[in-house]
């Protein structure tokens, strides 16, 4: 292991994605930002259906491929269910 990762380890914090990324602690307002109330968590779905829809168009536009849009869809059916 290289020093890096031994120093970002170091600051890990548990239920946090970003926890073993960084050197340093993240900053109050990151803290601050990353916090969402439960009530946020209902939207999910809805978030979910939208972004399947753009994905939708991004694979008709040419943007995405027919695998990647499938793979989206995909994800996004698992994270909702």
């Known amino acids: 292991m290289n020093s890096a990762s031994t120093q970002s380890a170091g600051t890990h914090e548990?239920?946090?994605?970003?926890?073993?990324?960084?050197?340093?602690?993240?900053?109050?307002?990151?803290?601050?930002?990353?916090?969402?109330?439960?009530e946020y968590f209902r939207m999910v779905r809805y978030d979910a259906i939208g972004s399947k829809a753009h994905a939708g168009e991004l694979a008709r536009a040419g943007i995405l491929t027919s695998v990647e849009h499938d793979r989206i869809v995909a994800v996004l059916d698992d994270l909702v269910l």
């Open 14 to 38: 548990v239920g946090k994605l970003w926890g073993g990324r960084f050197a340093s602690a993240s900053s109050s307002a990151l803290e601050n930002l990353s916090r969402s109330p439960a």
